[in-house]
């Protein structure tokens, strides 16, 4: 009667640790985003369990019933395409449910995509906002112009085909001379951590395709006051 949360990989599939391994051939039933991404990933593993679909289309509807799967006496295990669910993905709403309802749930600790770019970066790891994706329009605007004076490091998801565009919005709002750090393919073959000012890393994508999942982290805003003292010392 338990609902495992499970971290799998980003993209190298030797990034999952043993516990998660053994809870996935231990629970009951298995909830992954894609059930053929996630079957393919038992498969290499030579598990074999249910797989039931769970996903951002299905998981208003799907929660309650999951919720009393449990409740039941069932033990189930929650995945995602990659990485840690509900970060950015969906689970928020079943781990809020089962909290609500006395069903016990365990988030193993594993992969997920911002923390290697963060440390990547070379920017300051000790304080920073996880920001995700910014909404696609309504919103968009207005959440860069909050985030302008934002002095913590930041650190976004966005698709390959907005790169560009993100970056563009990123010098807009918070100077092109801002440093910003790109990481594209994190764990994979063609992995690639892109450095430098805004106006840099721009020049670097410029107009060629980009692929692969994308974390951008970029450096807060730097007290000019603060900044000037210690130029000054």
Do not use: W
Not at 22 to 30: T, Y
């Amino acid at each position: 009667m338990k609902l495992y949360i499970v971290p799998t990989p980003i993209g190298n599939l030797e990034d999952i640790t043993l516990r998660a391994i053994n809870v996935l051939k231990s629970v009951d039933a298995i909830l992954a985003e894609d059930t053929r991404t996630s079957g393919n990933l038992l498969k290499h593993l030579g598990i074999s369990k249910p797989l039931h679909s769970y996903h951002i289309h299905n998981e208003h509807q799907t929660v309650a019933r999951v919720v009393e799967r449990i409740r039941k006496g069932e033990t189930l295990a929650l995945v995602s395409d990659a990485g840690t669910p509900a970060v950015s993905d969906p689970g928020f709403l079943l781990v809020r449910a089962c909290i609500r309802e006395g069903v016990t749930v365990e988030c193993l600790p594993g992969p997920t995509a911002f923390v290697p770019a963060l440390v990547n970066s070379g920017l300051p790891s000790d304080r920073f906002t996880f920001e995700g994706f910014l909404p696609h329009k309504k919103g968009r605007q207005t959440r860069l112009q909050n985030l302008a004076a934002e002095e913590r490091t930041m650190i976004f998801y966005e698709s390959p085909h907005r790169l560009v565009k993100a970056l563009q919005q990123f010098a807009e709002h918070f100077g092109a001379d801002r440093q910003v750090s790109v990481s594209r393919e994190l764990s994979k073959m063609f992995e690639e951590n892109v450095r430098g000012t805004v106006t840099e890393v721009i020049a670097h994508f410029g107009d060629k395709p980009v692929k692969g999942e994308i974390v951008i982290v970029v450096a807060g805003k730097t007290d000019d006051k603060k900044k000037s003292d210690e130029d000054e010392e």
